[in-house]
């Protein structure tokens, strides 16, 4: 387990995985030219999730690990075609292997690495720390 955190870490510092603050000042500060994506379940995103997100549910399935990074991808690619505006990722787990697979690719895909952040933290202590940035029951 601690292998996997330490593996995890190092893998987070490649794909510029935030703090809290950083991510939220990100987002605050960049909500015309960010893409924001919240990446759990549409029900946990019906409780809340933050304001400007969108869903993209990859926290529900069955199937193969990166069975839903593609849903991703192509979404990106029709809101952003000429990739120019910078990427958010959040999901429940915080800064998941999933997630920081999926921030890779696309920063591989052509937004490149200084265009792609996520989350460190769990959506949830985030979302406590930074009550403004979330909305509730939609």
Same mark, same amino acid.
């Given at each position: 387990?601690?292998?996997?955190?330490?593996?995890? #870490? *190092?893998? $987070?510092?490649?794909? @510029? &995985? /935030? /703090?809290?603050?950083?991510?939220?000042?990100?987002? #605050? @500060?960049?909500?015309?030219? /960010? +893409? !924001?994506?919240?990446?759990?379940?549409?029900? !946990?995103?019906?409780?809340?999730?933050?304001? &400007?997100?969108?869903? +993209?549910?990859?926290?529900?399935?069955?199937?193969?690990?990166?069975? @839903?990074?593609?849903?991703?991808?192509?979404?990106?690619?029709?809101?952003?075609?000429?990739? /120019?505006?910078?990427?958010? $990722?959040?999901?429940? #787990? =915080?800064?998941?292997?999933?997630?920081?697979?999926?921030?890779?690719?696309?920063?591989?895909? &052509?937004?490149?690495?200084?265009?792609?952040? $996520?989350?460190?933290? *769990?959506?949830?202590?985030?979302? @406590?720390?930074?009550?403004?940035?979330?909305?509730? =029951?939609?």
């Amino acid at each position: 387990k601690d292998d996997d955190d330490d593996k995890n #870490k *190092k893998e $987070l510092g490649k794909s @510029n &995985g /935030t /703090t809290d603050e950083a991510f939220y000042n990100g987002y #605050k @500060n960049n909500k015309e030219t /960010t +893409i !924001l994506i919240d990446m759990r379940t549409e029900a !946990l995103y019906k409780v809340s999730h933050m304001d &400007g997100a969108i869903n +993209i549910d990859c926290e529900s399935t069955d199937d193969a690990f990166y069975s @839903n990074d593609a849903k991703i991808y192509k979404e990106l690619e029709k809101m952003d075609p000429s990739h /120019t505006k910078y990427i958010q $990722l959040y999901d429940s #787990k =915080g800064a998941s292997q999933f997630t920081i697979h999926v921030a890779s690719q696309i920063s591989k895909m &052509g937004w490149g690495g200084d265009k792609v952040f $996520l989350l460190a933290s *769990k959506y949830n202590d985030f979302a @406590n720390k930074f009550p403004d940035a979330i909305v509730k =029951g939609e």
